[in-house]
């Protein structure tokens, strides 16, 4: 069964704590995104990457880090310097081909709260 | 640079009469555009896409939406509403460039009363 899977769905932190939030894809697409999403905002783009090895910042970086060490796997960490960090926060992956835009599929999300 | 701006935060029908939900973009060319639609704690799910092969778009569960560039439009419209349609959908358009980026409206409740 396709698709994008993001664990865990829900995730306490205290203040002050690095937490990592997994995404995994078996679709078999170069791009994945991290966006996160706040009530009456609509989502915002985090970071993306394009190719294993290779991720770029999106609109809102700050206090966010990636990696992209397999094609399948995108793991984004929320440190402590993100000064708003509980939000729900969705993965997306998509082909790229060329210089067109693709639609991007999203995995189920996963809501970070830190008190 | 593109952008989308989603007319309305919340719409509110009764079942069974018409849904629209309005989306102005904005483009220096000839966009990609995109509905999303997302139910409660849930991730987003694609509903239809415009890339230029149509002006008049279908997509699932009976929505479609027409590209109007004379307008900068791409309304969402549903002939007759369900009440598994409240959700919050998504307008969103594409970023242009080799990034493959895309750009989301705010998002507009649907509410469906019985």
């Known amino acids: 069964d396709g698709g994008i899977t993001q664990s865990p769905k829900y995730l306490f932190r205290k203040e002050g704590q690095n937490v990592t939030l997994s995404c995994e894809q078996n679709l078999n697409h170069d791009a994945m995104y991290w966006y996160r999403q706040d009530p009456g905002q609509g989502l915002r783009l985090i970071y993306y990457s394009q190719i294993v090895n290779d991720f770029q910042k999106g609109d809102i970086a700050e206090g966010y880090s990636v990696s992209r060490e397999k094609k399948e796997s995108f793991p984004l960490t929320v440190t402590s310097a993100q000064k708003n960090p509980t939000a729900f926060y969705l993965c997306?992956?998509?082909?790229?081909?060329?210089?067109?835009?693709?639609?991007?599929?999203f995995g189920p999300g996963t809501r970070l709260t830190v008190t | 640079a593109q952008s989308v701006t989603q007319l309305d935060s919340h719409v509110s029908v009764s079942e069974g009469t018409p849904v629209l939900l309005r989306c102005n973009y904005s483009s220096s060319y000839s966009p990609s555009l995109f509905w999303y639609v997302q139910h409660p704690n849930k991730g987003l799910q694609l509903l239809l896409k415009y890339t230029s092969a149509a002006t008049l778009v279908k997509g699932i569960n009976g929505f479609e939406a027409e590209f109007k560039k004379s307008e900068t439009s791409f309304h969402l419209t549903k002939p007759s509403a369900h009440m598994s349609d409240a959700a919050e959908y998504f307008c969103?358009?594409?970023?242009?460039?080799?990034?493959?980026?895309?750009?989301f409206g705010k998002g507009t409740k649907l509410s469906v009363k019985p």
């Open positions: 997306a992956s998509s082909i790229m081909v060329g210089g067109a835009t693709y639609e991007q599929y």
């Open positions: 969103v358009v594409g970023r242009g460039g080799s990034q493959g980026n895309l750009i």
